[in-house]
């Protein structure tokens, strides 16, 4: 057992003793091939609770500042965490994580970029949409649907994303991540 194994069932095993949870959906993520998970943000949990309860390894990205830190600098990249650094484009990111998909793996992506201070839903910035349509992974719309209290804390992972249409009409980034959004409010809505 890898120390990412050893990370998702610790992860798992706080998780589960901690909140209620239930997860909805698993089937809906492929068992093989690039695919993107997409994802809103509540909480610093939300990263280890869209990876503890599912197979496959999913990669994120997670700012720079993380990577200097002496523990954590060996640590992370082993946990499937890679740098960017936040407030500016990074190609060095972009082209880590769109390697990761044409070699078949899978990331996490919080579409809106940071986490949600009241909860709500917010806007997704163009990262997500720009993944979606120039590389060929299924992008899997998730949400977490909380708040993190002793209650039920739930996480569903929707249907995949048909971007066919998007592609072939040269739709934007942001047009892309619109669709993304969308479909993550609507599995908020629709999820009791």
């Known amino acids: 057992m890898g120390i990412y194994e050893v990370g998702q069932a610790v992860s798992r095993l706080f998780l589960s003793s901690s ?3 239930k997860i909805i959906g698993k089937e809906n993520i492929p068992n093989e091939g690039g695919v993107i998970l997409c994802c809103n943000h ?22 720079q500042e993380l990577f200097e830190k002496p ?6 990249p082993k946990l499937g965490a890679f740098p960017v650094r936040r407030g500016m484009s990074d190609k060095q990111a972009l082209r880590t994580a769109l390697t990761l998909l044409k070699n ?15 909860g709500q839903l917010g806007k997704g910035m163009a990262g997500a949409g720009f993944f979606a349509l120039r590389s060929n992974a299924t992008v899997v719309p998730c949400a977490i649907i909380g708040p993190y209290k002793r209650n039920t804390l739930i996480l569903v992972y929707g249907k995949p994303i048909d971007f066919t249409d998007m592609k072939e009409n040269k739709a934007t980034a942001e047009d892309a991540t619109e669709l993304i959004m969308k479909e993550i409010k609507h599995l908020i809505e629709t999820t009791n």
């Open 19 to 21: 909140y209620n949870v």
């Open 42 to 63: 509540i909480s610093n949990f939300d990263p280890p609770l869209l990876g503890a309860y599912i197979t496959r390894k999913v990669h994120y990205m997670a700012k």
């Open 71 to 76: 523990v954590l600098k060996g640590l992370l």
């Open 104 to 118: 078949g793996e899978m990331i996490g992506l919080f579409p809106e970029g940071t986490r949600s201070k009241n």
